[in-house]
C-alpha cells in the first residue's frame, strides 16, 4: 500500500508542475507583445483643463450656433427632433422616429449628477419627451414659460455641456475598437492615439463626432459606405506619409464627407452642405 500511495502523490505532484509551468507559459504568452496588437486599445485622452474644456466647448458653440445664445434651441428644416444646447443635442417628440441617440436626455442626467439645477419641469423620471411634437408646433409657439426656462437653463451651462461632450467622447473612442474585427484595431488605435494625446486633437476628435458621428451604426452609412469618425481614420495615411495628424485628419475628414455626397439618396441633396461641412472641417488647421 505505502508504494501505492507513493506513486499516487508523485503523479499528483507532476500534475501540478505541469499545470504550474502552463500557467507560468500563459503568463508569459499575455505579456508578450502580440496579444496586445491583436486587442489594441488607446490611451485615455489628453487630461484637459477646466480652461482647455471651456475652449473646446467654446468652438464648439460658434460651429453649432455660431456663438449666439438665441440658437441654442433649435429645429432645423426635415428633422424630426429638436436640437439643444452647443452641441445641438437631440431630443424627441414621444412619438418621433428615433434615428440617432437623443443625447439630451443623457445630458440632463449628467447635469444633475454634476449638482446641476434642472428645470422643475424637467426634473422628472423619467425625462419628459420633448412637449413640442414637431418644428411646425414648436415655430408656432408664441410665448411658452418651458422655453425660457429651458433657454436659460442651457445659457447657465455651457461650460458643463463641453465637459459632457468631452466625457462622451472619452466613452465613446473604445467603441470604435470594439465595433472593429481584431485585425484592424490596432491601425486605428495608432490614429486615435496620435489625436488624443494634445489639446487640439481632442477638439478635432470631439467636434467631429459630435458634428458626423462614430461610423458604427446602420443610420451613418449610405451604400454601404459610413462618413463619421471610423471611416475618417481608416482613411487616414501613416506618421511617414503625413506627420501631421490634424492635416492628414483634415484630408481625410473632405474625402469621407465627398463621398457620402456622392452616395446619397439624389432627393436629399446632400451636394449644398458641403460646402459648409468643408468649412468647418478646414477650420481644424486655420
Not at 165 to 183: M, N, Q, T
Amino acid at each position: 500500500m505505502g508504494s501505492i500511495r507513493e506513486v499516487f502523490k508523485k503523479l499528483v505532484d507532476t500534475r501540478n508542475l505541469f499545470r504550474g509551468i502552463l500557467v507560468f507559459l500563459s503568463v508569459l504568452i499575455i505579456l508578450s507583445g502580440s496579444p496586445v496588437k491583436a486587442n489594441a486599445q488607446i490611451s485615455n485622452i489628453k487630461k484637459l483643463s477646466q480652461q482647455e474644456i471651456d475652449q473646446i466647448g467654446e468652438s464648439i458653440f460658434k460651429n453649432e450656433c455660431a456663438s449666439k445664445e438665441e440658437n441654442l434651441i433649435s429645429w432645423n428644416a426635415g428633422e424630426d427632433f429638436m436640437s439643444l444646447g452647443i452641441g445641438h443635442f437631440i431630443w424627441y417628440p414621444a412619438r418621433g422616429k428615433r434615428i440617432f441617440v437623443g443625447s439630451f436626455v443623457k445630458f440632463l442626467e449628467y447635469a444633475k449628477l454634476s449638482g446641476e439645477k434642472i428645470p422643475r419641469w424637467l426634473d422628472k423620471q423619467p425625462v419628459p419627451a420633448c412637449p413640442w411634437i414637431s418644428r411646425d408646433s414648436f415655430l408656432s409657439v408664441k410665448s411658452d414659460s418651458r422655453l425660457t426656462d429651458l433657454k436659460d437653463f442651457l445659457t447657465k451651462t455651457k461650460s458643463l455641456q463641453a465637459a459632457f461632450i468631452i466625457k462622451r467622447l472619452d466613452e465613446a473612442l473604445p467603441l470604435i475598437l470594439k465595433h472593429l474585427p481584431e485585425g484592424r484595431r490596432e491601425r486605428i488605435a495608432f490614429q486615435l492615439d496620435r489625436l488624443a494625446s494634445t489639446f487640439l486633437g481632442v477638439y478635432v476628435l470631439a467636434d467631429y463626432t459630435n458634428f458626423k458621428g462614430l461610423g458604427i451604426t446602420p443610420s451613418e452609412y449610405y451604400r454601404g459606405k459610413g462618413w463619421g469618425l471610423l471611416q475618417v481614420l481608416e482613411e487616414m495615411r501613416s506618421t511617414k506619409e503625413a506627420p501631421d495628424a490634424i492635416r492628414e485628419f483634415v484630408r481625410s475628414a473632405n474625402i469621407v464627407l465627398e463621398n457620402r455626397v456622392k452616395n446619397s439618396p439624389v432627393g436629399r441633396n446632400e451636394q449644398k452642405w458641403l460646402p459648409g461641412w468643408q468649412k468647418r472641417i478646414n477650420s481644424y488647421i486655420k
